[in-house]
């Protein structure tokens, strides 16, 4: 499901804000300009006009029109959600339950406790052009992806392949050449540290960069190698950042595209992007690009759409009045504020879901008193989230005590457990949190230091931060000066370990555990140990790179590093270098006729599964006010 309400900051959601700023005089003037169309008890079931569609047309209103058509570049939506379509992967999501599923690769095992895998790709996987996929295709595609660089927004989640790192030093110049598979045993020889370059020659060479730990076995058969094991890596690999391109086009641009249509008299020709997903990207205007199914994929069949058209809307007032009237069957990844959720909230076709992206406070741990986990665990239990939540923010988010939401946490337990088989919760315990904070010799706040309060120059986080500061001075005794700088700055002054808490916050890209915790906290946690040695603070990609994502940005230096062991979520919750304060909700309009356009925690729908369902009939009236009822509660 597309989200509609991210509260995540960060260049690439500045025309996110923008329209989020808007949204309540919008709603407020939709609401009378339509004639009483959020009025719930006049008995209206649906938000708008339902007509059944005569044919299997998706029309999907997706807060935008995709422009990057290529799963290395692809950051956000609804770029990656064409992306999905278009192209894919090894394996994908089931949509509700996001466990892996067969993909074009139809089975898979592990070996060495998850640390290397063997895909089997199955035989009928094609390109639109009629050329099989091949393990070779893949090989090339992820080796493509970590040289891009800072243009692949999500290169991070390929770091764990055996010499991943070594790839992200080497520009790409050209695609990677030499023998299309490679032998199991051949594969196996990796070169001793210290080996010579010329068998007799005495001198000692350096240790070369390990070999990539992705090999075409043959065609069909492709093996990865870890640096560390991971028995969750089939989900990963469900990512679009996983998924392969043809040689013929990775480098295809919208420019390109364009101008090949316009001399095509409106039509793509298939060398201008040539996919193997569930569809093909058939036509493109001013208002609106179109998928058709693509009749080479191995799995047509199962595919009852026969056209996507992502659908351009202006703003959120113009999404919504094409919705009303029927001219679109799904409104998704447009701004909803508290007051738009309140009245939409009664209609049937609404939906509102958490989204895993989480906002969270992250501690200075190389400063005291914040080094000190009695201090971090009192600040914590002082904090009362779901007031948060309700009050400052509307109720337009989902309170959390846990980094990683349910049911992307493997033990499903709300709680973290000690070593002594206790539960420790983060719900909130003001006496216990005066308590910790007495022992660790602030008894009453007395000498403890004016906290300083990073967030970036944003109106909803800086009530946050006084809600906070106030909710500290009240329990605590503890002062909290609010810092408030402008993006860039904001940026400089976390790389340079500048405060005492900060604002920050993740799109989860994947149900990983592993690679969430090292993405919550493996950079922030470089840079402050780096404060202590000689050396400074690796720097971040500049501000403004596409698609880039707070608590990323690491840099080649870094990258090629040892990466350290990352926290469990259990781990963290009993060592808190941060506080999880909530996460995001995502909310979707969706025309009951709409079958199998499902919501998940990461936002990603797979169009293949989604139909029209023409035989859809209105719900009989005492069924329709019994959910209104419920929605209303």
């Not at 996919?275 to 093909?280: I, K, L, M």
């Not at 000690?418 to 009453?444: C, F, H, I, M």
């Amino acid at each position: 499901m597309k989200v509609v309400g991210k509260k995540i900051d960060g260049r690439r959601r500045v025309r996110k804000a923008r329209g989020a700023r808007l949204w309540v005089s919008v709603v407020v003037s939709s609401a009378l300009l339509l004639g009483g169309c959020f009025k719930g008890e006049k008995g209206e079931r649906f938000y708008g006009k339902v007509v059944v569609p005569s044919a299997q047309e998706f029309r999907w209103s997706d807060g935008g029109l995709p422009k990057v058509f290529d799963p290395a570049r692809a950051a956000a939506p609804p770029d990656t959600d064409a992306v999905r379509a278009l192209y894919e992967g090894l394996t994908e999501y089931e949509p509700g339950s996001l466990s892996p599923a067969p993909a074009v690769a139809s089975r898979w095992e592990p070996a060495e406790g998850g640390r290397r895998w063997t895909f089997h790709l199955r035989e009928g996987a094609r390109w639109t052009n009629g050329d099989p996929v091949t393990a070779q295709d893949f090989v090339r595609s992820w080796q493509r992806t970590l040289r891009l660089g800072e243009s692949a927004p999500h290169a991070a989640l390929l770091s764990n392949i055996e010499g991943a790192a070594a790839l992200t030093t080497q520009p790409l110049e050209r695609e990677p050449s030499g023998p299309p598979f490679e032998d199991e045993a051949a594969a196996g020889r990796r070169p001793r540290e210290g080996e010579t370059a010329a068998k007799g020659s005495g001198a000692k060479q350096p240790p070369r960069p390990k070999t990539f730990g992705v090999v075409a076995l043959d065609a069909r058969t492709l093996r990865v190698t870890l640096d560390r094991p991971d028995m969750n890596f089939p989900a990963l690999v469900a990512h679009p950042v996983f998924r392969p391109v043809h040689e013929l086009s990775p480098e295809v641009v919208l420019p390109n595209l364009l101008d090949e249509q316009r001399q095509n008299g409106g039509a793509l020709s298939e060398p201008g992007i040539v996919t193997n997903g569930a569809f093909s990207l058939s036509r493109l205007a001013g208002d609106s690009v179109e998928l058709a199914r693509a009749e080479s994929y191995w799995d047509a069949a199962s595919v009852q759409l026969e056209r996507v058209r992502f659908v351009e809307s202006k703003d959120t007032e113009s999404a919504l009045a094409a919705y009303r009237a029927g001219e679109v069957d799904v409104v998704s990844n447009a701004a909803v504020e508290p007051l738009a959720v309140k009245l939409l909230t009664p209609y049937e076709d609404f939906r509102r879901e958490t989204f895993a992206a989480l906002n969270y406070y992250r501690f200075n741990t190389a400063r005291p008193p914040f080094d000190d986990v009695r201090v971090r665990q009192a600040l914590a239990l002082a904090l009362d989230v779901e007031r948060l939540s309700k009050d400052t923010l509307g109720g337009a988010t989902e309170p959390t005590r846990t980094f990683i939401p349910a049911p992307l946490e493997e033990a499903g337990e709300a709680g973290q457990k000690e070593e002594d088989g206790s539960v420790t919760g983060l719900d909130q315990n003001v006496e216990r949190a005066r308590k910790l904070l007495e022992q660790a010799g602030y008894p009453g706040g007395e000498n403890f230091p004016r906290v300083r309060l990073l967030v970036n120059r944003n109106e909803q986080q800086r009530l946050v931060a006084q809600a906070v500061a106030r909710m500290w001075r009240e329990a605590l005794g503890v002062e909290t000066e609010i810092v408030v700088r402008p993006w860039e700055e904001y940026e400089a002054m976390l790389r340079a370990g500048d405060y005492d808490v900060a604002r920050r916050s993740l799109v989860m890209q994947t149900t990983d555990e592993e690679t969430n915790m090292r993405q919550l906290f493996g950079e922030v946690g470089e840079a402050e140990a780096a404060q202590s040695e000689v050396e400074p603070a690796p720097a971040a990609p500049p501000a403004g790179t596409p698609g880039r994502e707070e608590g990323r940005g690491e840099t080649a230096r870094a990258q090629a590093r040892p990466a350290p062991a990352a926290l469990t979520e259990a781990q963290a919750l009993r060592e808190l270098p941060a506080i999880p304060l909530h996460f995001a909700s995502s909310y979707a309009l969706v025309k009951p006729y709409v079958d199998g356009f499902e919501s998940n925690l990461l936002d990603a729908p797979s169009l293949k599964h989604v139909r029209i369902n023409r035989d859809w009939q209105p719900p009989a009236a005492e069924q329709s006010a019994r959910v209104a009822r419920a929605a209303r509660r």
